[in-house]
């Protein structure tokens, strides 16, 4: 199994400089790294400092010191770091020194001291490939569990991370919590299979403001619902148990999106994939759940060209867009990862034809979205700015994640507050985008 690198993490300081931690650790969770509880294991060791008075300046260069001589890779933060000449002359060799809520640049420097050699694979990574450009601040990814129980054949993730290990729910409800408390207004809850929190704790009964909660999708879902602020949720397999959560969204807790990786429509394809929730009628299952939200944007990602598609199978797949009129998609050729069960599955597909099939795919679906998108024109809409650039406001709506999806343009929204809720015209479909005023 390849190690996740380690960073060793030192919090001192008030409950500002705990909400900094917090965004550190969920960014580096996040990005794949682990939180090592001791110095040794650490590949380097992050100290979030505290300048308030004399005894805390004390207490935070003794722990640097500490941090020093245990680990020798040293990245300083918080409010100690404003004094970087300081730091920097007591201890030389530290590797970056950064003042308080920077976390941008500390998550920076632990990537460039430290980076994270496993590559970024459309099949393992949870959030997209950004490298090192980090989230804005009004948004955070939030990490339920690692690992995964399942078994796909083109999946190496099981091997590498091993099985699924939910966090606790309180644990993820109090970091929700402080992120919502510290500017976040967006949750992207992530982890290999959203659908299957709790399996490994047996639903496990946990407890958050001293209320029990159980390690489940649903009630989590319940609890990050009451936090006011949008939450979306991302890898979902198309279980009956997730029929549940669909009020959550018609009701307006939780955005009324989901990111469910369907990979494939046809069902002897599906099976060599050893796909999750294989066997469901996910035809069916969209219809049921769009009766009961009508909003709901389904976005998935496909792989075509697995070892033994016949045209017969991947017309499967053109006819399943026809039918389940997917909000976004995404599609990759299939390609074989080092140690995947299904690099040993007889007839491969040849490479032109997986072009061929993946330029079919494509034409389809833009078709397809494209319809989907230009519906919502006339409507009002609740959109979270994420951007003011050239005079006019870049936003996103509840059928956009970011990084992944669409956005919306509000042209008249040079001087809306970023990190703000609010609601717009939409005036135009382009593309994959859509155009909008302020009401
Ligand atoms: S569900 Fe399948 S593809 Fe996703 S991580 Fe688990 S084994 Fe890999």
Redesign the pocket.
């Known amino acids: 199994m390849s190690e996740s690198p380690k960073v060793g993490f030192v919090s001192l300081g008030c409950p500002k400089a705990l909400v900094d931690s917090e965004r550190i650790l969920t960014q580096l969770r996040t990005d794949g790294y682990e939180i090592s509880p001791t110095y040794e294991d650490a590949g380097l060791v992050v100290v979030n400092t505290c300048g308030f008075i004399d005894s805390a300046v004390a207490e935070s260069l003794d722990a640097i010191g500490e941090a020093m001589d245990a680990n020798g890779k040293v990245i300083v933060t918080g409010c100690l770091g404003v004094k970087a000449e300081e730091i920097q002359a007591e201890f030389p060799a530290v590797l970056a020194v950064t003042g308080p809520q920077a976390y941008e640049e500390v998550v920076g420097a632990v990537h460039q001291h430290l980076p994270n050699q496993q590559a970024h694979n459309p099949?393992l990574e949870l959030v997209p490939p950004q490298g090192i450009k980090l989230t804005p601040r009004h948004y955070a990814y939030l990490k339920i569990s690692e690992g995964?129980n399942?078994?796909?054949s083109f999946?190496i993730?099981?091997s590498m991370r091993g099985n699924l290990v939910s966090r606790p729910v309180g644990d993820v409800l109090e970091e929700a919590e402080r992120l919502v408390a510290a500017g976040v207004r967006e949750l992207l809850v992530i982890s290999?299979?959203t659908s299957a929190y709790g399996v490994d704790v047996k639903y496990r009964t946990g407890f958050w403001k001293g209320r029990p909660v159980k390690t489940r999708m649903q009630a989590l879902c319940e609890a990050l619902g009451s936090l006011g602020v949008w939450v979306r949720l991302h890898y979902v397999y198309p279980y009956p148990h997730v029929d549940h959560i669909i009020p959550l969204m018609s009701e307006g807790n939780i955005v009324p999106y989901l990111d469910i990786p369907f990979q494939h429509a046809s069902l002897p394809v599906l099976k060599r994939m050893k796909r999750?929730a294989a066997t469901e009628n996910t035809l069916k299952r969209i219809a049921h759940w769009r009766e009961q939200c009508p909003e709901l944007t389904i976005r998935s990602t496909f792989i075509v060209g697995f070892p033994g598609e016949t045209d017969a199978e991947f017309q499967e797949l053109l006819d399943f867009l026809d039918e389940a009129q997917l909000d976004r998609v995404g599609c990759f050729e299939y390609s074989e990862v080092e140690g995947a069960a299904a690099n040993a599955l007889p007839d491969p597909v040849p490479d032109e034809v997986k072009h061929e099939r993946f330029h079919a795919f494509m034409e389809k679906q833009a078709a397809i979205s494209q319809q989907r998108l230009a519906q919502k024109v006339g409507k009002t809409l609740q959109v979270l700015v994420d951007a003011i650039d050239d005079g006019e406001a870049i936003a996103r709506s509840q059928a956009d994640a970011p990084e992944i999806d669409g956005l919306v343009y509000i042209e008249d929204g040079g001087s809306l507050p970023v990190g703000e809720f609010v609601n717009v015209r939409i005036t135009e479909a382009l593309e994959h985008d859509l155009v909008a005023v302020t009401l």
């Open positions: 099949f995964c399942h078994r796909c999946c993730i099981p290999q299979d999750p």
